[in-house]
């Protein structure tokens, strides 16, 4: 059969959306920090390494959660770690509104973390799960859309609340408790709506709960695709070895390589260390206040637009091409801006620096965001899909901080110029990881690749029948 996507039921998108609001406040957690700062500095009268830490305490959390999340996910299940990380979404945002010093803020900001950590690992996990074979990347790719979506929420919301401050509405102190509070509402959104979604019939078939797993596919599948979906998941449900056993299995060893390295490219592209200093790195170029905040919304908004493609092109022309196309980006972005920061940003340097930035954000949006968090959650097999997207999420968590920590001092020791050329060869090395090991997964089931993976068949080609 055709699999085209009115033969989907539109339950799937529904479900997708919802699990996608995880995304979301991914996005906002990330995103709203910048605004705050200021305010914070001022109010709590902190230390630039305070703010640092203020920053990164979050990235902290999230790594701690990401190493929680398989277990919760293989014990009470994909729903309810998306409950969990809800319910800590809304305690840690209300706690840092509320916290009273610096120490608290940076506590609550780790708990907060764990919410991120959570999240990141369940959403992505329940997406695919719950996704037909032909239009998984998409469906997981909506969850890369809310991040991208939320970034801009928040600088929105920021943007907002420095306006009422602006007019003394607010005062300082009271501006940065609002913003970072405010994501209390779409954390109870979330948590709410959660509520109302089905269990991942994958995880039930893993607890032997077999009614419910075909309960739950006849309502998100149509009634010929129920029986083959429902013998496959069984199938590789049922193949139980210890996870002791498992990690000698030298093809799992494999698919876990492949899954921590591409969240280590996706964290080392720096796309993040431009979202969290694009302003910083632009002001000390010469650049003032109000430029800083207009590319800082352009990047937002590129970000969100480049990713709505994605969702598009990641079906049509499939996930390695993406990331070609996406490491090409990198590659022509990042040493042209080290060439321009190396003989200074007057005149049209200066444009061409920030459309330099632009095609960074588009070359990442298109591939290693989407791409990558897809390609992470089709390649596990079901026994340990728990385990082997802890490794990876848990990369994505590590690079993500090792990032945020380091990489102002790279561009103070090394000058931006050499931090951008840094990323010009990581994005070479990067091309060459995927020509030599980057599999294409799309429209193949995800019983389809756990064959190949116990079939020891070589990474590039676990996608093929
Ligand atoms: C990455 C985040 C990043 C975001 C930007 C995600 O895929 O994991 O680290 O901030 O994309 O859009």
Known sequence: MNPRIHTHKPIVYIISLIAALAGLLFGIDIGVISGALNYLQVDLNLSTSQLETV???ILVGAVIGAMGSGWINRHYGRRFAILVSAVIFVIGSIGSAMAASYNTLVIVRIILGLALGVAS????????????????????SCYQLMITVGIVLAYLSDTGFTHLQSIGILSA???????LGAVAFPAALMFIVVLFLPSSP??????GR???????????RHAHQVEQEFTEIKESATLAMPLRDLLRNQSLLKVIFLGVMLQLIQQFSGMNAILYYAPIIFGQAGFNQTDGMWVTVSIGAINV????FSLYLIEYLGRRALMYLGAILLFISTSTLAILFNSGLTGTNAMLAITSVFVFIIGFA???????WTLCSEVYPLRVREFGITCSTVANWVGNSLIAAFSLSIMKNFSVSGFFVMLAIIAILSFVFFRFFMPETKGVSLERIEKNVWAN?????????
């Open 55 to 57: 920053t990164s305490s």
């Open 366 to 372: 298109i591939s290693y965001g989407p791409v990558v």
């Open 173 to 179: 102190a009271q501006a940065w408790r609002w913003m």
């Open 457 to 465: 068949t070589p990474l590039l080609k676990l996608g093929e029948a």
């Open 210 to 220: 077999d009614e419910e797993t075909l309960h739950i596919l006849k309502r998100i």
């Open 202 to 207: 994958r995880w039930t078939a893993l607890k």
């Open 121 to 140: 690992f369940s959403a992505p996990l329940y997406l695919s799960e719950m996704a037909p074979a032909a239009i998984r990347g998409r469906l997981i």
């Open 305 to 308: 637009i480049t990713t709505i």
